[in-house]
């Protein structure tokens, strides 16, 4: 462990400049503003991975916004890790908010962050992870410390939904083939609690327009006549769950995976409090618990 400590203190000042240089790239995937730019840092990454001592470094070229690509094999008889990580960043929208450019990275002390912390868009979700992986090879091949095989995969589409990537993995199953995949693209519970992340919520969303009547009616004329477009929808939103907080949605759940019940343990072992937990929401209560505001219906 030591060779590798000393490696990073002794190339912290770079490190540091390397991952402020990628996070000035403003690397936005939703806006089309933004594509040369995202192009450009496919081509930093590259870069990086190729001054890691990644071999094959690609940028892989897709629909969209291209995948970079690195490995370093060791020993083909030895497990292989592949790290997943994006290289793209949300749009930093409202600007107004930040107290620095998003773009212009600062390092700043804070409460939360009393030894400091950079500050700009990217910097955790997920450049800053991504790069540490990143570093972590160079540290290992420089330091001959590395104890396994390792493939970086970095798409530049997480943040508009990984439409190539499903295209990209099935095209390239023997290049990707891994043992362990490590994405470091989720939160932790605190700075001193590791946390392991397994499994995700999904999302889904449906754009519905609800349509009524030719003109803008009088509520004393027509109130109570004809429906209002808006309450129906209110109705419809209000449906989606029952009085437990379920979806009614028939066959929402067929392929949810249960909670094993050594999940659910492990899960309660993780330090949680409730009350700090309603307190950073400015809430007076969770959902179950008395005070909680439910949405009854009549129905
Ligand atoms: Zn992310």
Redesign the pocket.
């Known amino acids: 462990m030591n060779k590798q400590h000393t490696y990073c203190s002794e190339n912290k000042e770079r490190f540091l400049h390397e991952l402020i240089e990628l996070l000035k790239m403003p690397s936005v995937s939703a806006d089309s503003a933004f594509s040369q730019d995202v192009f450009d840092t496919a081509e930093a990454v590259s870069a990086y991975l190729q001054a890691a001592g990644c071999d094959g470094v690609e940028i892989c070229e897709t629909r969209g916004y291209p995948i970079v690509y690195g490995e370093k094999i060791i020993d083909p008889a030895l497990p292989t890790i592949l790290v997943y990580g994006?290289y793209d960043v949300q749009p930093p929208d409202p600007v107004e908010l930040w107290n620095s450019p998003p773009f212009e990275p600062v390092i700043q002390k804070t409460i939360l962050h009393p030894e400091g912390a950079i500050f700009a868009r990217g910097a955790s979700?997920?450049k800053g992870q991504m790069f540490m992986h990143i570093k972590a090879l160079e540290c290992m091949l420089r330091t001959d410390t590395l104890p396994c095989n390792v493939k970086f995969m970095i798409e530049g589409e997480?943040?508009v939904g990984s439409s190539s990537l499903e295209a990209f993995l099935l095209e390239n199953q023997e290049k990707l083939k891994n043992d362990i995949i490590l994405i470091s693209?989720t939160g932790i519970i605190a700075n001193d609690v590791p946390s392991v992340t397994t499994g995700l919520r999904g999302l889904c969303y449906v754009e519905v327009t609800v349509t009524g009547p030719n003109r803008d009616l009088h509520s004393g004329l027509y109130g109570g006549a004809v429906a209002n477009p808006i309450n129906i929808l209110a109705e419809m939103i209000a449906a989606l769950h029952d009085e437990n907080n379920r979806v009614t949605i028939p066959g929402f759940y067929d392929n949810v995976e249960e909670l094993s019940a050594e999940e659910r343990r492990l899960m309660a072992e993780a330090p949680f409090d409730l009350e700090a937990y309603k307190n950073a929401l400015n809430i007076n209560a969770v959902y179950g618990e008395a005070g909680y505001v439910t949405n009854e219906r009549n129905s």
């Open positions: 994006h979700d997920d997480e943040e693209d």
